[in-house]
């Protein structure tokens, strides 16, 4: 089991900037962040694996950056351009190989979380 721990959530007024980071106690294949906004289902942000593979949602794209530090076991979410739809509570999770997706069925390590929240 791995554990993981999030940080960096906080609030920032629209177009404003976060980086999130995800501290693994171990290393591992692929790591993937997910978010859920109040009342809805948690989506899928985007993941990389260990072999520098990285993916994202079209809603993220060019506004989001995944990146990871291999020595210190810990994933980031560098997130610019933020609006008011990006708020959510963000989850990193993990996996082991040989597959990396955004199907949250497939992951069975979670962080407890760590909230975002963006004002217009």
């Known amino acids: 089991q791995v554990r993981l721990v999030e940080s960096g959530g906080g609030s920032v007024q629209a177009g404003g900037s976060l980086r999130l980071a995800c501290a693994a106690s171990?290393?591992?294949?692929?790591m993937a962040w997910f978010r859920q906004a109040p009342g809805k289902e948690r989506e899928g942000v985007g993941y990389?694996?260990?072999?520098?593979?990285?993916r994202y949602v079209d809603s993220v794209k060019g506004r989001f950056t995944i990146s990871q530090d291999n020595a210190n076991n810990t994933m980031y979410l560098q997130m610019k351009s933020l609006k008011p739809e990006d708020t959510a509570m963000y989850y990193c999770?993990?996996?082991?190989?040989?597959?990396?997706?955004?199907?949250?069925?497939?992951?069975?390590?979670w962080g407890p979380g760590t909230q975002v929240a963006v004002s217009s």
């Open positions: 999770a993990a996996r082991s190989g040989p597959y990396c997706n955004l199907d949250e069925r497939t992951f069975g390590n």
């Open positions: 990389i694996t260990t072999g520098g593979t990285i």
């Open positions: 171990d290393r591992v294949y692929c």
